[in-house]
């Protein structure tokens, strides 16, 4: 059986400071994958535009041709 005991403001305290431990942890942990995730991504947006407006380019480039008579 539980005993009848107060809680105390320092007891709520220590609870939620462990959970905020806990939880900045695992933040931690993740951001350094996801960030590198993210820069990998931005890489091959960039790429990915390139080519694309570079291939869009060649499209509508006007040939133009002079004869001399």
């Given at each position: 059986?539980?005993?009848?005991?107060?809680?105390t403001?320092?007891?709520?305290?220590?609870r939620?400071?462990?959970?905020?431990?806990?939880?900045?942890k695992?933040?931690d942990e993740?951001?350094?994958?996801?960030?590198?995730a993210?820069a990998?991504?931005?890489l091959?947006?960039?790429?990915v535009?390139y080519v694309?407006?570079?291939?869009?380019?060649?499209?509508?480039?006007?040939?133009?041709q002079i004869?001399?008579?």
């Amino acid at each position: 059986m539980a005993t009848q005991e107060k809680i105390t403001r320092q007891d709520l305290e220590d609870r939620f400071r462990s959970l905020q431990d806990g939880v900045n942890k695992q933040v931690d942990e993740a951001k350094q994958p996801l960030l590198a995730a993210g820069a990998v991504g931005g890489l091959l947006l960039l790429i990915v535009f390139y080519v694309l407006g570079r291939r869009s380019g060649r499209r509508k480039n006007t040939l133009v041709q002079i004869r001399r008579v």
